[in-house]
């Protein structure tokens, strides 16, 4: 019974190969357009950093974030005492209420001495005295307006809340603290809107300047994945020191995988030309040298050694030797072997 084991898989192996060259699955070697391709290494970027600085002096009572915390746009992340502010409030609020009842009174007041006033019953003087009452009342009203919503605004930065959506990346202060105006309390980051910055050598920079996109090659647990972006900045000046220019690539949002910090290929084309392409995995390694399985018109399967070129990321190759445009590879190495083991074809 354990022998059977053993034959179960090679007949099941006999049974799938192909039985002759007219049954290998072939692909025709053609020219494409292949670019110029520049690959650089770049850096994500966070579009939106910022650090929270408090807007006004206060004991921190409490601070409701920290480090690598997630935090939505709006929300509270550091409350100061807001005692006297809120004192403030009430006062302005009561200031208000009074300003309110007093202008309803002048303005009572004022129609009453106008009704009164057009039946020439009172004065010119009595009449313009109850209009500047009833002005000064809407004076009195407008300024404790302004001043209700100053003891708003001054309770409200009591209350540093986050810009946008992200991450905090660093905390500055702790509770029972005194933040002073303009003193740093936290830095965060935002995840959304991402961009990347490379640095590209002087002698490219002329023909990446006159694209207007790129290619991230982002590299997973299940190979690589193309992301195209657009809107390129350069900056105008070069690096001292390494001699390269800046060029800033936005990002499209919300892109799951990319973090700031991270390290991801940017790829530029530039000018195209035709060149000869195969599958990559129609390609054999036989020692240093790399061939391809040729079927030919008659069917005959005959190993060719060829000069492989760069690696496209739509799964081609580019053949620099070796190949005719035309001619037929096998798509799986694997099953031009079995014909050759079979002593069906030859080796050029």
Not at 22 to 49: I, M, R, T, W
Not at 229 to 244: C, E, H, I, M
Request: contains cysteine; proline residues 4%; charged residues 25%.
């Amino acid at each position: 019974m354990r022998a059977l084991k053993f034959i179960y898989p090679l007949l099941l192996l006999w049974v799938s190969c192909p039985a002759s060259a007219s049954e290998l699955v072939g692909v025709a070697v053609k020219y494409a357009n292949v670019g110029q391709e520049y690959v650089f290494d770049g850096v994500v970027e966070a579009v939106n950093e910022a650090t929270l600085s408090a807007q006004t002096t206060g004991r921190v009572v409490e601070v409701l974030f920290d480090v690598d915390d997630f935090v939505n746009q709006g929300d509270i992340v550091v409350r100061l005492r807001d005692t006297q502010q809120q004192a403030n409030l009430n006062k302005a609020e009561a200031a208000m209420s009074e300003a309110r009842v007093r202008l309803q009174h002048a303005d009572t007041e004022f129609t009453r001495t106008s009704s009164i006033y057009e039946r020439k019953l009172i004065s010119r003087a009595q009449f313009d005295a109850a209009k500047t009452e009833l002005n000064a009342a809407r004076a009195r009203l407008a300024a404790a307006q302004a001043e209700l919503e100053r003891a708003r605004e001054e309770v409200e930065r009591t209350i540093i809340r986050a810009p946008y959506a992200g991450i905090v990346v660093e905390r500055f202060i702790e509770v029972g603290e005194i933040a002073q105006p303009g003193s740093p309390v936290m830095r965060g980051v935002g995840l959304n809107q991402l961009r990347l910055s490379i640095n590209v050598p002087q002698r490219l920079i002329n023909a990446v300047r006159k694209l207007d996109e790129a290619t991230v090659i982002l590299e997973t647990s299940e190979g690589e994945r193309l992301i195209p972006a657009g809107n390129l900045t350069f900056f105008p000046y070069a690096d001292k020191r390494s001699r390269t220019f800046k060029v800033r690539v936005d990002l499209p949002e919300n892109i799951e995988g990319l973090f700031p910090g991270m390290f991801v290929k940017v790829a530029f084309v530039t000018a195209e030309n035709m060149q000869l392409l195969v599958p990559q995995k129609s390609i054999v390694q036989r020692s240093e040298v790399s061939g391809v399985y040729v079927i030919s018109a008659t069917g005959k399967v005959s190993f060719r050694y060829i000069r492989p070129g760069k690696i496209l990321h739509d799964g081609n190759r580019v053949v620099l030797a070796g190949l005719r445009e035309g001619e037929t590879v096998a798509v799986v190495p694997l099953e031009a072997v079995t014909l050759l083991k079979a002593g069906s074809s030859t080796n050029e």
